[in-house]
């Protein structure tokens, strides 16, 4: 079965601080892979996703992730966050050959933002 | 186009009594699903669909019910809700070739 862990549950950061976000995923086969932003009060959105190629993958809102297959990881990096920045961010998995059409999400890490 | 839609956006029960949310797309995606979101916990599967007619079990599937009648509707059901189902309720859909979902706004759910 395929797993998604964030271990940073809540992140406070100043304006203009480095951000970086951990997820891992337990998943042996191939896998494509999400970031979604929450903003309060409103609905999930696509921030970036990984299927293929280059590992660096560029989104929205300055945001970049990397995936790193040796490590099980994709950590969601951005170098100057604002306070606009402030929202839950949920990493999410899909193993490509499992059948299960569904994503697997983690649990989501509260971002804070502080002007 | 609306995107994922979801009715009602908020709703607040007692215990033992029973509801309906709606999803509605209209994209024409095959693939339907709920989710619900929980403090530390993300977003978990509760039931989903591959296509009119058809259901199937997530990982949270129990005291809830759905139904795919068409195709752009997708209901989720609590025949007798229960505190532990508090929660906010996600509704996503996809199509076949593309792996990421669109959701809709959630639903937010008090049982009583």
């Known amino acids: 079965a395929q797993s998604v862990s964030q271990h940073n549950h809540h992140v406070i950061l100043s304006e203009a601080a480095s951000l970086e976000l951990g997820c891992n995923y337990s998943?042996?086969?191939?896998?494509?892979l999400f970031w979604y932003v929450q903003y309060p009060g409103q609905h999930l959105q696509l921030l970036l996703k990984y299927f293929s190629g280059d590992p660096l993958v560029k989104g929205i809102k300055g945001f970049e992730a990397e995936f790193i297959k040796s490590k099980f990881s994709f950590n969601l990096r951005k170098p100057s966050v604002q306070w606009s920045d402030t929202a839950e961010y949920f990493c999410a998995v899909k193993g490509l050959d499992t059948g299960r059409r569904a994503l697997t999400f983690g649990s989501g890490t509260r971002l804070q933002v502080q002007p | 186009n609306a995107g994922v839609t979801q009715t009602p956006k908020f709703r607040v029960l007692k215990t033992g009594q029973s509801m309906t949310l709606l999803c509605a797309q209209d994209?024409?995606?095959?693939?339907m699903y709920w989710y619900r979101q929980d403090p530390g916990m993300g977003l978990r599967l509760i039931h989903y669909?591959?296509?009119?007619?058809?259901?199937a079990k997530g990982e949270v599937p129990d005291g809830y019910n759905v139904s795919r009648l068409k195709k752009q509707n997708f209901l989720l059901g609590l025949e007798s809700a229960a505190p532990s189902q508090t929660s906010v309720y996600f509704c996503a859909s996809s199509y076949p070739g593309y792996v990421g979902q669109f959701f809709g706004p959630g639903t937010r759910l008090t049982v009583l």
């Open positions: 669909s591959v296509g009119e007619g058809t259901t």
């Open positions: 994209m024409n995606h095959e693939y």
């Open positions: 998943y042996g086969g191939t896998v494509n």
